[in-house]
């Protein structure tokens, strides 16, 4: 069964930094897309990005297009999500989560998309 670990969140200002990391394992070739999303108290879960595994192909919600920014280690299995100036509005558990194309490798913005998830890490961002 494939396992993902997030980490790397926590408490932090304003308009300051954070990297969240997700480890990987038990992925085969077949997972394509790794993505990243967060959920708020009383929202659903939303998309941030996401990043195939072979190319390196990026997209970005809008909300952290400019602010955030994913990689991938193909040779560690991890992904980290760089998040720079972070709001107050960022504050959510953040997710890993992997993606199995069958048809071909594309990048899906909706969670039921994903096969695979990580237990999530809390990021706050106070005033």
């Known amino acids: 069964q494939v396992q993902l670990v997030e980490s790397g969140g926590g408490l932090v200002q304003a308009g300051g930094s954070l990297r969240l990391s997700c480890a990987a394992t038990g992925l085969t070739v077949s997972t394509a897309v790794m993505g990243w999303f967060r959920q708020a108290p009383g929202k659903e879960r939303e998309f941030i990005a996401a990043i195939t595994w072979s190319g390196g192909s990026t997209y970005y919600a809008d909300s952290v297009k400019g602010r955030f920014t994913i990689s991938r280690d193909n040779a560690k299995n991890t992904v980290d999500l760089q998040m720079f100036s972070l709001k107050p509005e960022d504050t959510a558990v953040y997710f890993c989560?992997?993606?199995?194309?069958?048809?071909?490798?594309?990048?899906?913005?909706?969670?039921?998309?994903?096969?695979?998830w990580g237990q999530g890490t809390q990021v706050t961002v106070s005033s």
């Open positions: 989560a992997a993606d199995s194309p069958r048809r071909g490798v594309k990048i899906a913005t909706i969670p039921r998309a994903y096969d695979y």
